[in-house]
């Protein structure tokens, strides 16, 4: 395995204008900080109540770190991964628009969300180590970890079911994954009426939107996505979170390893 350092220097942020926050936080010397998701009343069952203590852990798609430092708080050893700014969002290729220039115009958002990650890293004197790079080409060089989380990143990705396979030939034991569904398929799926694993095209020609998201997956299907890779024994939840003003229903699959084991 090459010795390579993965790892990002970090950077010093001190302004908060030079930021773009994802999660709502509480920031020291900086008050209570406003983003889109707020998860301080309900990471535990965000995280699937998981325990961390003394486990590595990979936070996949990390935005302003919220869930990461919650893991470091709890006793975890957190490499958090994102996209930096020379890495491209999986924007929705609509022929009828320039969507490379849409690709350009996201590296500025990128580089303010990893802005947001430093500022607040400095601040709590967090020990995180950050690695920068696409779901498709995850370092082996991060080596083993215990757990993996993959929080309301899937329905932005291509391909959502190879960065879990690129994330779970790194872990030992553990899968959490949390996503989104729409307001019908929650009252669905929370009363078993959503029984087959569907992975359904957001994406619409005529509208030319969302032009950042890609898949609504079922929890069916998440589960047989983990299956496959390995993580039979599933636990699955759901909750209403806040998310800007207003409640977005979210579901989150924990998965043990019951086959395999991790590649590196
Ligand atoms: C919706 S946010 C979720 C933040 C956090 N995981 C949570 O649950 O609150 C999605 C994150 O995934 C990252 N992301 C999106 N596409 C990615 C890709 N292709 N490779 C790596 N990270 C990606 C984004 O930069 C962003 O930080």
């Known amino acids: 395995m090459s010795t390579a350092n993965i790892y990002a ?13 994802y999660h709502t936080m509480d920031i020291p010397g900086y008050g209570v ?17 998981v325990c961390f203590t003394g ?26 991964y994102d996209l930096s700014e020379n890495h491209p969002w999986d924007i929705v290729p609509f022929a009828k628009t320039d969507y490379r220039q849409l690709i350009e115009e996201r590296k500025n958002d990128i580089r303010k969300l990893n802005n947001s990650y430093w ?8 020990h995180a180590r950050v690695v920068y790079g696409t779901v498709y080409a995850m370092p082996s060089q991060i080596g083993p ?18 960065a879990l396979y690129n994330a779970l030939r790194l872990t030992r034991s553990t899968v959490i994954v949390t996503d989104v569904l729409s307001r019908r398929d929650y009252y669905k799926s929370l009363f078993g009426l ?46 209403g979170q806040p998310f800007r003003g207003g409640p977005a229903r979210s579901f989150t699959v924990v998965g043990r390893r019951t086959a395999g084991t991790p590649e590196v």
């Not at 220097?9 to 926050?21: G, K, N, S, Y």
């Not at 989380?149 to 329905?155: K, P, S, T």
């Open 33 to 49: 900080v406003q983003g889109q998701w707020d998860l301080r009343h309900c990471v535990d069952s965000y995280l699937g109540h």
């Open 145 to 162: 970890v215990d757990i993996s989380v993959f929080g309301n990143i899937l329905l932005h990705l291509r391909d959502p079911f190879l």
């Open 55 to 80: 486990k590595r852990v990979l936070d996949v798609g990390c935005a302003s770190g919220f869930l990461s430092l919650h893991m470091e708080r709890q006793g975890a050893e957190v490499v958090s």
């Open 194 to 239: 959503l029984r087959r694993p569907t992975q359904r095209f957001m994406p619409d020609f005529r509208s030319g939107k969302p032009d950042d998201c890609f898949w609504i997956l079922t929890p069916e299907a998440i589960i047989q996505f983990l299956g496959v890779l390995g993580f039979e024994e599933t636990v699955l939840t759901y909750r």
């Open 9 to 21: 220097t970090p950077r010093v942020v001190t302004d908060l204008a030079e930021c773009q926050f």
């Open 119 to 126: 500022l607040n890293h400095r601040a709590h004197q967090s």
